[in-house]
Every structure is written in C-alpha cells, then in structure tokens.
C-alpha cells in the first residue's frame, strides 16, 4: 500500500445551517483569520511594553537581554521553523488526500512543539539557576544592582509564558485532530479543519519569529 | 471669601487670568454648542407636531442634492469646533511654559494628604499659602500611588506620579481662599485629601512665613494628618477592633509596663514606641501587635507626630487639672 | 512510506514550496543570529528589524498561502499589523516626545 | 469573495411581503421546552435571551450599586457609609455597568437575535461558538461576583496601577481575571458577527441593502477584534504583577504607570463605540420606520459606522491629558478627538432630516429615540469640552466627566436599549406591551436622567471631584438635586420591567410587523420561526423602502 491515499474523495461535509460547502469554507477561514487578528494585538501589547521599556532604560534592558539564553532561544526558533515545515507537510498531504503520509506529518508537528516547550523548560531552569527570576523572594536576584531590568525579566516571563500557552493550546488541540483525522473517512468530511488549525499553528510560529527579536536579538 | 458662603453656586471663583480666559473659553464654546443643537432640538419637536400621521401636510420632496448638504453639516460644525481646538491648545501651552523667575514650591502627594514646602523652608501639610502677582511653580511627586492635585480657582491640575517629577504653574491674581483636591483616585480616604488654598498678598504671605504658621501651630495639626495617614487610629482611637492603649492624654502621664516598672510617657519614650514597639516598655495588659515604624516614617512626619501626641496630651492634662 | 516514484514525485511537486519557505526562513533567521551574535556594527537593530520583518512577510505569504487568497482574506491579514501600527506609533509619540 | 459590489441578485420580488410566506410550524420559543433546549441551544434567537436576562440582572447590580451611591451623596460627610464601602460601590457599579451591561448590552442581545434574521440567514455563522461565548460571558462574571461577595474591590472601574497592584487590600485580583474573561466572550462574540456579515448574506442582499443597524454591529465587531486584545493582555500584566510579583508597570522599580493607562484606553476609549455604535444601529432603525420614511443619506451613515470605529483608535490619548503623557502627544491626541465629531454629527443630522416631512407616529420606541438624539448630543458635544485642552486641565476628573460619559452611555446606550427592546419586543415575544405604560416610562426616564444628571455638569465646572464619598458642603444642593433625579430614574427603569414581564403572559398577540416596518426580520411571524425563514428570504432592493422616498434619487413619490 501507498502513502496511505484513501479512495474516498477529499471534502468538507456541509452543516446545516450553511447554504453551500464554498460559503461554510470561506467562514472557518475568515472565522479564524479574524481570531488571529486579535493574537496578533495580543501579543502586541507586550512587544510595545518591551519597546517603551527599551526606550526608558536603555541600559537596564540590554543587561538584561544578555542574560537570556540567545542560542536556546535561536534552536527553538529552528525548531518551530521545522513545525510549521511539518505543519505544511501535513496540509499539502490533506489535500491529496494521503491519511496516513498526513498523520505522520501531524505527529511530528506535534512532537517538534514539545521539543520547543522542553528546551523552553530547560531555559527556564537554567534561568532559575542563574538567579535570573527577580520575582522569587527566597532566591536574591542576579542584576540587583539595577532594578529596571526586572522589569524587562519579567516581561520576558509574561511574553514567553503566554506563547508557551499558546504552543501548549494548539499540540492539544494537533493530538486530538492527530487521532480524529487517524480514522477512515475523515478527510472526506472535515478536510480543512487541518487548513485552518494550520493556519494557527504557523501563526503561532510568526508570533515566535517576532518575539525572539524582540526579547533576545533587538536588545543585545 | 469663604467657599461654604454660598449654599447653591453656579460658577466657580476664578483667581488668575488664565482661569478667565478658560472661563470665556467655555462660555464662547457652549454659544456655539447651543448654535449647533438648539436647532436640532427645536427642528425634531416642530417636525413630530408638522409632521404627526394623519396631520395634512406637504411631504412631497423635490430632488436636493444630498451630497451638499451631508459634506456641509459634516464640515462647518467640524471648523467652527477647530477655532476653540486652537484656543483651548494655546491657553494649554501657556500653561506649560514655565516662566524663569517663578517661585518653586514642592508638592507631595501620598496616601492620604498633600506636604507642600516653600522656597524658605516652611512647609505645610494640605494647606497651602500662597503670593499672589508672583508666578509660582509646583513641583510634584508621589510617595506612592498616582494622586493628582488640582486647584479649581486656577482651572488647573496635573498628576503626581511615583516615579517621576510633574510640574505646574500659574500667577494668580485675586486673593481669597479656595479648594484644593486630590482628583485622582487613590484608595480609601481620597476624599479627604484635600484642603485650602489660600492666596494673599506678597506683603501678608512674608509675613505668614515669618510667623511660619507653617512650623509652629501648624506641627500638631500637621500631626493630626500623620496620625491618620499611618491610620494609627485604626488600633489606637476608641471603638478600635485592635485593642491598643489609648494615646489621648498620655503625654506626660504615668504608664506602668508589663514587666511591673512605671515610667513618665516624655518624649524620648513617644519615639522609641513608635519606632521600635518591639517588646520594649510594653504597656500592662496589652500585647505586643504594633509593626515598627523605623525607616518607614520620615523623620519629619515624626517630629509632627510626636507634636500631635504632646498637644493631646496637654488637653487631657489641662481638662483634667481645674 | 511513499514507496513509488510517482508518489515521491507528487510528493515533491507538493512540498517544494514548503520545503523553500522553510529554507529561506532558515537563512533569514541565519542572518539575524549572526548579527545578534557578532554585533559587527552601531544600529544593527535596524537590519534585524528588517530581516525579522521579511521572515513575517514570508510566513504569511507562503506558508499561511494569504498569496492564493481571495481580497477579503488578504485585508485580514493586513488590517491586524495596520492597527498594531496605530498602537505603536500613537504611543511612541507620548515617550519619544517626553522631555 | 462575497462582499462588495452592487449587483441584483436573483429572483428579487416585491419585499412587502405576503402573509403566506409567514411561517407555519413552531416558533423558536416554542420548538422546545426543556432546560436544556434552552442552556445547550444554538439557535442564535434563544442565545440572545439567555443574554438578555443575564444583562439584565448585572444591570439591576449596577442600578442598585448607583442607588446606593447617590444615596451616600445626600450628606456631604460621608455619614451615610464607610468610605471603604463607597469605594466599593461605585467600583462596582463601574465594572458591572461597563463590562457586564454595556458592553454586551445591544450586540449580544439584539445583534444575536436580529443579524441573521436581517441579513435573511439561519443561523450565525458559528453556532457553538455563540453558545460558547455566553458561557464564557458568565464565567467571567462568576469570578467579578466571587469578588463582590469575598469583600468587593475599591480600585474604580480603571483599575489603575500601582493603586491596583501594591496599595489596595481588595479583592482585585478575581475582578481582574473575570473582566479579563469576559474580553474573549466579546471577542468570540465580534468574529462570528463578522464572519456572519461577510459570509451568510442571503442571495441579493448587497452590502448596500443591509439595514444600519448591520453596518453599526460590523463596526462595532471589528471594535471587539481589534481593541479587546490589548486590554486582555494589560489585565494579564496587572494580575502577574499583583498576584506574583511579576511585574512590568511596578514605579519602585524604575517601571511607568503611565504605560497600562496608555493600553487600557486603547481598548477602553473605542468601548465607548463599542457602546454607541449598536445604539446608532436601533436609532437608525427606529426612525426611519416610525416616520415612514427612507432613511436620510443611508450610504454616508454606513461610512459613518465605519469611519467613527477607525478614527476612534486615534484618541485615547485624551483620557491622560494631565496624567503624565507629554504635551506634544496631547495635542495630538486634542486634534484627532475634535476629528471624531465629524461622522458623530452626521448621524444627528440625518435622524432629524428623516423625519422632515415624513409621516410621524410617536409611539413609544420613538419616543425613546427621540430622547436618545436629544442626550445623545448633548453627550458628544460636552465629549468636545473635554478634548479641548484648556478646559480638560479644569474638568478632567470631576463630575463633568462624569455627566458627560453618562449623557453617553445612559442617554445614549441605555436608551437606544430600551427603545430597540420596545421596537422589537413584539417579535421577540409575539406579544405587544401597553402602549400608554411605554408612553410614561420614556418620559420618566428622560426627566429623570436630565434631573440626575445635568446638575453635575455644574458640579464638576464648580470642582468637584469624581469619586469623592465626602465632598464640600457647597456642592450639597446640586448633589441632593441629582439624587432626587435618580429616584425618578429607578422608577423609568422599573416600569418596562413590569410591564413587560406582564405581556410576556397576558399581552395581546402581536402581528409579524406591527409597526408597518421593513426589513427582512418583520416578514417572518412573532415569534419567527426556529430556523427564520421557512421559504428562501429575498432581499429588498434598496434598504428602508418606506412608503415616503427622500431626496437622494430625486424622484417623487406619493
């Protein structure tokens, strides 16, 4: 047996309240276009609290940014390159209709997120290790010389903290799609539902590829 | 001219050019509010009474151009409104040029009272004395939440902020004596943070400097604020939920302490309880439950504060004695 | 898996373009890493903000394929970074204009 | 794509419609009956009720909260509560009224049931998601009420930092997390109305036949889109900072307050719009069919919608013109404020020129509308007061503010609500309440909104600050004044609440168009039906074709 291609046609299957299948498609696109509009402002928001805090304590903030961990955060940014590569992998292969080819694909999706979410964790231990999380009362903070960079550490927590919430949303939400779309039939009639989870996915990715400037690269 | 006087008041007392000016400034803006309104208000009524179903009527339209007319009741009230956008920004920008031989008083704002000190070295605690034919600059910070000092009679106010100094001037013109608040809210007794702002001549306000109302009576009740700022009265008053000694009339008086020693309540010991309670000269049949306040009451606010308890103190002795 | 060459060839046909935006996302962020990792000039943040830009351009281009949508779909996508625009620029004018 | 240009779709016939297009089989209030037919629905008409009776009860929270207020006012000492407990209030009656009453008020409950009746659809376009949104909605009002019960929260409805995150000893935290939640219920909220728009438009209904009131719910969603992230995101920051010490905005630490009142006004300024655009929506449809009359300049009061809810991201600014931002910024911001006014005043002017010779009858929607136009300007010129600089570093924080957003959101929100819920409460219902009760109940609550709330106009030009439990016993008369309005008020709001509940059981059956309105949500019966349209809805080909035709085509009609 092939890649798994299936005999059965690739489709979406019309729900009721929809005329066509075309106006249902056009919705879920549009429907989560307008949702990562507002991920987009979202994140904004702590981008121009990084930019203000750039602006009114120079100094402060690129001693900060020395103490991130540049190249964790530049494999992962790999990494996440390499899923949304998968990611694509797994719609090119819906829409051909190879269940099983796309499966694969999904299932390394989502194992490339969580590689992304353990070397975050271990960023984060050896954040800890070095004394560089201000907000823990019983572990004297490493720049406490300079309080402004707190400031920049902590959001540095909040931006990276509500990304890795994002990335941990959508591998739940993959593993679920992963083993729905495992069993027969289901290209037939929820094809782009992997559309639109990976238009998601890679957005997650360019909120990734905007914040790793931003928090790592921008301020050294 | 006292601001209670009056039991219903429909305009504020104005004590610089620039509060006139504003005052005309918002006079000529609601003429031409009433202009662009008054219309409309008397065009719907007329039309619900012309117009009423069943009423006969010409309702027949002749073919206007509506294009016109929408681009012109769009752009007249637009323009005419710009002319008071650029009086209101000059007056603003006035306001913000502080001239160079203005007399700089500072301003702090914290939870819950104004501490203003003049050039001399006098300060004053919500009240606020003031020359007026002088330009005069406040110079303003917070000690901790964001408070803002606004004083009516000038049309004025700007934010105290913790982190950084605000400043606003003004000349006033007019003695009397008026408001001042705190506008932004900052917790609990927000609406107590204000005070009097008093303006006199340059002759009388030398003189209030030399008789430094500011240091001398003013201390005690200065003290007073301390006390509640520290919200001391929250254990100490009567009716506390805290059970905490009583301080009016301990000035002076003997206290016997829980080791069975009795000592005079001076001075010397006022202090050392309020900076350091821990367990020293703890009063009989009281427990030890009071934070202490060393490095977190400045010294002056101290000095106030002792000043407050004296002068309790002397009532209660003097109420007692005759 | 993809056991015959037609397949590795339909395969291909599918993936080249995935396989190519990958692959210049990865130059990109090459370049970025090496400026932020040498610092070779004054101001280098400005070549960094552009090259991060171009990787968002080229994500939303062609791995979000916002090139084969429909006009509607395109404004979308436009309109989100237009008002991050008016949130950045409004702002800065208070603190770049701070005295 | 399916937007744009004005084509006739097919089979387009006479919109007056005939009886035998309305429907047969049950209603949607009556296809079901269990519980939990009406908590697991999807149809968007019943998710509208279940939203109109829980903004109901929040309004009731903010109405009583604002009772008690006024009450507390009545004595300038402060005699009649705790200052700690006037705090309380009117925090609480500023988040419920805003982010509990308002801010969902006509969308989630008139949106919900009316665009896809309008637009001549089934249902939204997301079904479950308008479900999920109402669950999300009281779920985040379960986390404000645990904070209201736990103690309540003193921080005024701003939230402002480091009052918020160092000082207070509230609860503020569950009141952060709950409006925070509350953001993405309005959040899902606006996406399915703007896919709704954009995708369910039944064939030949152009973007040029829909009714206003659609063009002011996609303004007002794209609002919800682009406005509510950033306030979700400020709110996280402030929750990190008080609940963990993670903070960004912290002064001790070198950090600008400033900068959180900066995010939280660009949401906080365009939910003014958020608020005012749905009731520009009712107004708009009002008016037009209470003169019988086409509505004047339709194609300028569509780009209106659009054009308010784009300019208004320009002037939040004009909230902070003494609060810290520099002066050059304020003057910027001054300017784009005096910007706003323009599409503002065009809608002014188009209502009074739809009613220019058309057929008048003042029944009671109208008579809310009416008030509306009246307080409505008044609010947005006082609006103009504020932007000018001069006299905002005067009136900044004082009861003039406070008068002027409640000329707003009251006289502008609160009665376009009640005027849309009078106009269709017929076809919500399928039954009519009593004319004349409607009649009083719009007068009361014009006379005593004006009693309650002009007096502090005067007030706030006097000085008096806002949020002040003890006050100088000179305001006292214009503050017992204002009270005594507020009891007139309580009553205005009480009457529709009875005498509508009343209807529910014992009014008369209401016809599918009692007012002889058009509009594709009056050809299907009162109550429609559960799927809308039994036949397929034909769009009319131009909106408001009312028996008297104005000006723009030149032509004469009868």
Same mark, same amino acid.
């Given at each position: 047996m092939s890649a798994g291609a299936s005999d059965s046609a690739v489709g979406v299957e019309l729900v009721s309240h929809f005329a066509t299948v075309e106006q249902q498609k056009h919705a879920a696109v549009l429907g989560m276009w307008a949702w990562l509009l507002t991920e987009l402002l979202l994140f904004a928001g702590l981008f121009l609290t990084a930019l203000v805090l750039r602006i009114i304590h120079p100094e402060a903030v690129q001693e900060a940014a020395r103490h991130l961990k540049f190249w964790i955060g530049a494999t992962n940014t790999v990494v996440l390159i390499g899923s949304s590569l998968t990611m694509s992998g797994a719609i090119q292969l819906s829409r051909l209709g190879w269940q099983r080819g796309m499966v694969r694909f999904m299932l390394a999706t989502a194992a490339l997120g969580t590689l992304f979410l353990v070397l975050k964790g271990y960023e984060y231990y050896a954040d800890y290790q070095e004394h560089m999380m201000p907000f823990l009362s019983d572990r004297p903070y490493e720049l406490k010389d300079s309080p402004p960079s707190r400031l920049f550490v902590n959001l540095y927590y909040v931006a990276t903290g509500l990304h890795g919430l994002h990335l941990m949303t959508g591998i739940t939400i993959l593993l679920v799609m992963t083993w729905q779309a495992s069993r027969a039939g289901f290209l037939t009639r929820h094809q782009n539902r992997i559309e639109i989870f990976g238009l998601y996915w890679h957005f997650i990715d360019l909120i990734w590829i905007l914040a790793f400037p931003t928090l790592y690269v921008l301020n050294r | 001219m006292n601001p209670t006087d009056l039991a219903l008041r429909l305009w504020p007392a104005a004590a610089s050019a620039t509060a006139v000016e504003t005052d005309w400034l918002i006079l000529a803006f609601t003429v031409l509010t009433l202009l662009l309104t008054v219309p409309v208000f008397v065009a719907i009524t007329w039309f619900a009474i012309r117009y009423r179903q069943g009423e006969p009527a010409d309702r027949s339209h002749t073919g206007t151009r509506s294009m016109l007319i929408e681009i012109s009741w769009m752009l007249i009230p637009f323009l005419l409104t710009l002319i008071f956008f650029v009086w209101g920004a000059r007056l603003f920008f006035i306001s913000k040029q502080v001239p160079g031989d203005a007399m700089v008083v500072e301003a702090i704002g914290r939870q819950w009272m104004w501490k203003f000190q003049h050039p001399t070295g006098q300060s004053e605690i919500n009240d606020l004395h003031l020359p007026i034919g002088q330009p005069i600059k406040i110079r303003m910070i917070s000690q901790d939440v964001i408070h803002n000092l606004y004083l009516p009679a000038l049309r004025m106010q700007m934010a105290t902020l913790p982190d950084r100094y605000t400043e606003m001037w003004f000349k006033a013109d007019r003695t009397g004596t008026y408001r001042l608040y705190c506008s932004e809210y900052c917790g609990t007794d927000h609406s107590k943070m204000d005070g009097t702002l008093t303006l006199m001549t340059q002759a009388d306000y030398a003189a209030w400097l030399q008789n430094a109302g500011a240091q001398q009576g003013g201390q005690a009740g200065a003290g007073r604020v301390v006390y509640e700022s520290y919200a001391c009265g929250a254990c100490h008053d009567p009716g506390a939920t805290v059970r905490a000694p009583s301080l009016a009339g301990l000035y002076g008086r003997e206290v016997k302490l829980a080791d069975g020693r009795t000592i005079t309540a001076d001075e010397t010991y006022l202090r050392d309880k309020i900076l350091n309670p821990n367990r020293q000269k703890l009063a009989a049949d009281y427990k030890q439950v009071m934070p202490a306040f060393r490095n977190v009451i400045p010294p002056d606010d101290l000095d106030r504060l002792v000043a407050y308890l004296k002068s309790t103190g002397a009532t209660a002795q003097q109420e007692a004695k005759p | 898996m993809f056991g015959t060459h037609d397949e590795r060839r339909i395969l291909w046909r599918h993936m080249r373009e995935p396989v190519l935006t990958a692959g210049a996302l990865l130059a990109m962020l090459g370049i970025n890493v090496a400026l932020g990792a040498t610092l070779p000039f004054p101001h280098v943040w400005i070549v960094e903000l552009i090259v991060a830009g171009a990787m968002v351009v080229t994500i939303l281009l062609f791995s979000m394929e916002v090139r084969h949508d429909p006009p509607l779909v395109k404004l979308f996508a436009c309109i989100g970074f237009f008002w991050v625009g008016i949130l950045f620029t409004m702002t800065l004018v208070d603190y770049l204009s701070r005295g | 794509m399916t937007s744009g240009t004005i084509t006739d779709g097919p089979a387009l016939r006479d919109p007056h419609t005939p009886d035998s297009r309305i429907g047969h089989g049950a209603d949607y209030l009556h296809a079901e009956h269990t519980l939990r037919s009406w908590f697991f629905t999807t149809d968007h008409k019943r998710i509208a009720l279940l939203y109109l009776a829980s903004i109901t009860a929040f309004f009731v929270i903010g109405a009583v909260t604002a009772g008690l207020v006024r009450l507390a006012l009545v004595v300038p000492d402060g005699q009649v509560f705790t200052n700690d407990t006037y705090n309380k209030l009117f925090t609480i009656h500023g988040v419920v009224m805003v982010w509990f009453f308002l801010i969902p008020s006509i969308p989630a409950t008139f949106g919900n049931f009316l665009i896809p009746l309008m637009i001549g659809a089934r249902d939204l376009a997301f079904p479950k998601l308008n479900l999920a949104s109402w669950y999300v909605f009281m779920t985040g009002a379960l986390f404000t009420l645990a904070s209201v019960?736990?103690?309540?929260?003193?921080?005024?409805?701003?939230?402002?930092?480091?009052?918020?995150?160092?000082?207070?000893?509230?609860?503020?935290?569950?009141?952060?997390?709950?409006?925070?939640?509350? +953001?993405?219920?309005?959040?899902?909220?606006?996406?399915?109305?703007?896919?709704?728009?954009?995708?369910?438009?039944?064939?030949?209904?152009?973007?040029?036949?829909?009714?206003?009131?659609?063009?002011?719910?996609?303004?007002?969603?794209?609002?919800?889109?682009?406005?509510?992230?950033?306030?979700?995101?400020?709110?996280?920051?402030?929750?990190?900072?008080?609940?963990?010490?993670?903070?960004?905005?912290?002064?001790?630490?070198?950090?600008? @307050?400033?900068?959180?009142?900066?995010?939280?006004?660009?949401?906080?300024?365009?939910?003014?719009?958020?608020?005012?655009?749905?009731?520009?929506?009712?107004?708009?449809?009002?008016?037009?069919?209470?003169?019988?009359?086409?509505?004047?300049?339709?194609?300028?009061?569509?780009?209106?919608?659009?054009?308010?809810?784009?300019?208004?991201?320009?002037?939040?600014?004009?909230?902070?013109?003494?609060?810290?931002?520099?002066?050059?910024?304020?003057?910027?911001?001054?300017?784009?404020?005096?910007?706003?006014?323009?599409?503002?005043?065009?809608?002014?002017?188009?209502?009074?020129?739809?009613?220019?010779?058309?057929?008048?009858?003042?029944?009671?929607?109208?008579?809310?509308?009416?008030?509306?136009?009246?307080?409505?300007?008044?609010?947005?010129?006082?609006?103009?007061?504020?932007?000018?600089?001069?006299?905002?570093?005067?009136?900044?924080?004082?009861?003039?503010?406070?008068?002027?957003?409640?000329?707003?959101?009251? +006289?502008?929100?609160?009665?376009?609500?009640?005027?849309?819920?009078?106009?269709?409460?017929?076809?919500?219902?399928?039954?009519?309440?009593?004319?004349?009760?409607?009649?009083?109940?719009?007068?009361?609550?014009?006379? +005593?909104?004006?009693?309650?709330?002009?007096?502090?106009?005067?007030?706030?030009?006097?000085?008096?600050?806002?949020?002040?439990?003890?006050?100088?016993?000179?305001?006292?008369?214009?503050?017992?004044?204002?009270?005594?309005?507020?009891?007139?008020?309580?009553? +205005?709001?009480?009457? @529709?609440?009875?005498?509508?509940?009343?209807?529910?059981?014992?009014?008369?059956?209401?016809?599918?168009?009692?007012?002889?309105?058009?509009?594709?949500?009056?050809?299907?019966?009162?109550? @429609?039906?559960?799927?809308?349209?039994?036949?397929?809805?034909?769009?009319?080909?131009?909106?408001?074709?009312?028996?008297i035709q104005a000006q723009e085509t030149g032509r004469h009609h009868s």
């Amino acid at each position: 047996m092939s890649a798994g291609a299936s005999d059965s046609a690739v489709g979406v299957e019309l729900v009721s309240h929809f005329a066509t299948v075309e106006q249902q498609k056009h919705a879920a696109v549009l429907g989560m276009w307008a949702w990562l509009l507002t991920e987009l402002l979202l994140f904004a928001g702590l981008f121009l609290t990084a930019l203000v805090l750039r602006i009114i304590h120079p100094e402060a903030v690129q001693e900060a940014a020395r103490h991130l961990k540049f190249w964790i955060g530049a494999t992962n940014t790999v990494v996440l390159i390499g899923s949304s590569l998968t990611m694509s992998g797994a719609i090119q292969l819906s829409r051909l209709g190879w269940q099983r080819g796309m499966v694969r694909f999904m299932l390394a999706t989502a194992a490339l997120g969580t590689l992304f979410l353990v070397l975050k964790g271990y960023e984060y231990y050896a954040d800890y290790q070095e004394h560089m999380m201000p907000f823990l009362s019983d572990r004297p903070y490493e720049l406490k010389d300079s309080p402004p960079s707190r400031l920049f550490v902590n959001l540095y927590y909040v931006a990276t903290g509500l990304h890795g919430l994002h990335l941990m949303t959508g591998i739940t939400i993959l593993l679920v799609m992963t083993w729905q779309a495992s069993r027969a039939g289901f290209l037939t009639r929820h094809q782009n539902r992997i559309e639109i989870f990976g238009l998601y996915w890679h957005f997650i990715d360019l909120i990734w590829i905007l914040a790793f400037p931003t928090l790592y690269v921008l301020n050294r | 001219m006292n601001p209670t006087d009056l039991a219903l008041r429909l305009w504020p007392a104005a004590a610089s050019a620039t509060a006139v000016e504003t005052d005309w400034l918002i006079l000529a803006f609601t003429v031409l509010t009433l202009l662009l309104t008054v219309p409309v208000f008397v065009a719907i009524t007329w039309f619900a009474i012309r117009y009423r179903q069943g009423e006969p009527a010409d309702r027949s339209h002749t073919g206007t151009r509506s294009m016109l007319i929408e681009i012109s009741w769009m752009l007249i009230p637009f323009l005419l409104t710009l002319i008071f956008f650029v009086w209101g920004a000059r007056l603003f920008f006035i306001s913000k040029q502080v001239p160079g031989d203005a007399m700089v008083v500072e301003a702090i704002g914290r939870q819950w009272m104004w501490k203003f000190q003049h050039p001399t070295g006098q300060s004053e605690i919500n009240d606020l004395h003031l020359p007026i034919g002088q330009p005069i600059k406040i110079r303003m910070i917070s000690q901790d939440v964001i408070h803002n000092l606004y004083l009516p009679a000038l049309r004025m106010q700007m934010a105290t902020l913790p982190d950084r100094y605000t400043e606003m001037w003004f000349k006033a013109d007019r003695t009397g004596t008026y408001r001042l608040y705190c506008s932004e809210y900052c917790g609990t007794d927000h609406s107590k943070m204000d005070g009097t702002l008093t303006l006199m001549t340059q002759a009388d306000y030398a003189a209030w400097l030399q008789n430094a109302g500011a240091q001398q009576g003013g201390q005690a009740g200065a003290g007073r604020v301390v006390y509640e700022s520290y919200a001391c009265g929250a254990c100490h008053d009567p009716g506390a939920t805290v059970r905490a000694p009583s301080l009016a009339g301990l000035y002076g008086r003997e206290v016997k302490l829980a080791d069975g020693r009795t000592i005079t309540a001076d001075e010397t010991y006022l202090r050392d309880k309020i900076l350091n309670p821990n367990r020293q000269k703890l009063a009989a049949d009281y427990k030890q439950v009071m934070p202490a306040f060393r490095n977190v009451i400045p010294p002056d606010d101290l000095d106030r504060l002792v000043a407050y308890l004296k002068s309790t103190g002397a009532t209660a002795q003097q109420e007692a004695k005759p | 898996m993809f056991g015959t060459h037609d397949e590795r060839r339909i395969l291909w046909r599918h993936m080249r373009e995935p396989v190519l935006t990958a692959g210049a996302l990865l130059a990109m962020l090459g370049i970025n890493v090496a400026l932020g990792a040498t610092l070779p000039f004054p101001h280098v943040w400005i070549v960094e903000l552009i090259v991060a830009g171009a990787m968002v351009v080229t994500i939303l281009l062609f791995s979000m394929e916002v090139r084969h949508d429909p006009p509607l779909v395109k404004l979308f996508a436009c309109i989100g970074f237009f008002w991050v625009g008016i949130l950045f620029t409004m702002t800065l004018v208070d603190y770049l204009s701070r005295g | 794509m399916t937007s744009g240009t004005i084509t006739d779709g097919p089979a387009l016939r006479d919109p007056h419609t005939p009886d035998s297009r309305i429907g047969h089989g049950a209603d949607y209030l009556h296809a079901e009956h269990t519980l939990r037919s009406w908590f697991f629905t999807t149809d968007h008409k019943r998710i509208a009720l279940l939203y109109l009776a829980s903004i109901t009860a929040f309004f009731v929270i903010g109405a009583v909260t604002a009772g008690l207020v006024r009450l507390a006012l009545v004595v300038p000492d402060g005699q009649v509560f705790t200052n700690d407990t006037y705090n309380k209030l009117f925090t609480i009656h500023g988040v419920v009224m805003v982010w509990f009453f308002l801010i969902p008020s006509i969308p989630a409950t008139f949106g919900n049931f009316l665009i896809p009746l309008m637009i001549g659809a089934r249902d939204l376009a997301f079904p479950k998601l308008n479900l999920a949104s109402w669950y999300v909605f009281m779920t985040g009002a379960l986390f404000t009420l645990a904070s209201v019960v736990l103690g309540g929260v003193d921080t005024g409805w701003t939230f402002y930092t480091p009052l918020s995150t160092a000082f207070s000893n509230t609860w503020v935290v569950p009141a952060l997390i709950g409006v925070t939640i509350v +953001g993405f219920s309005s959040i899902l909220t606006g996406l399915n109305f703007v896919v709704t728009i954009h995708t369910m438009r039944a064939p030949g209904m152009t973007w040029f036949r829909l009714p206003i009131f659609v063009w002011t719910h996609y303004a007002t969603s794209l609002i919800f889109l682009l406005a509510t992230p950033v306030i979700t995101v400020a709110l996280v920051l402030l929750i990190a900072e008080r609940a963990f010490h993670i903070g960004v905005f912290d002064p001790a630490y070198g950090g600008d @307050p400033v900068l959180f009142q900066h995010l939280f006004w660009f949401y906080s300024h365009p939910a003014v719009y958020i608020m005012v655009l749905p009731g520009m929506g009712v107004i708009s449809e009002i008016v037009p069919a209470f003169a019988q009359k086409k509505l004047f300049g339709y194609k300028f009061v569509a780009y209106a919608a659009i054009g308010l809810a784009s300019v208004t991201f320009f002037v939040w600014g004009h909230h902070m013109f003494v609060n810290g931002q520099s002066d050059f910024a304020s003057l910027a911001f001054s300017v784009l404020s005096f910007a706003v006014a323009v599409p503002s005043a065009v809608k002014v002017y188009n209502w009074t020129a739809t009613i220019h010779k058309g057929s008048l009858k003042l029944d009671t929607p109208m008579l809310y509308a009416m008030g509306y136009i009246g307080l409505f300007v008044l609010g947005g010129l006082t609006g103009l007061y504020l932007a000018t600089l001069a006299i905002n570093q005067h009136v900044h924080a004082t009861y003039f503010v406070v008068a002027h957003f409640h000329y707003i959101m009251v +006289g502008g929100t609160v009665l376009a609500f009640l005027g849309g819920l009078h106009f269709w409460w017929p076809k919500i219902t399928g039954r009519m309440y009593i004319e004349a009760w409607g009649r009083i109940s719009a007068f009361l609550i014009f006379i +005593g909104f004006n009693v309650t709330f002009f007096p502090q106009f005067i007030l706030g030009y006097l000085g008096m600050p806002r949020r002040y439990h003890v006050y100088p016993p000179e305001f006292q008369f214009l503050n017992i004044l204002s009270s005594a309005g507020s009891t007139i008020l309580a009553v +205005g709001y009480i009457f @529709p609440m009875v005498y509508l509940v009343y209807s529910i059981w014992f009014g008369k059956r209401a016809p599918a168009n009692p007012w002889d309105a058009r509009g594709l949500e009056w050809t299907v019966s009162s109550p @429609p039906p559960a799927h809308n349209f039994v036949t397929e809805p034909v769009a009319p080909k131009v909106p408001y074709d009312y028996p008297i035709q104005a000006q723009e085509t030149g032509r004469h009609h009868s």
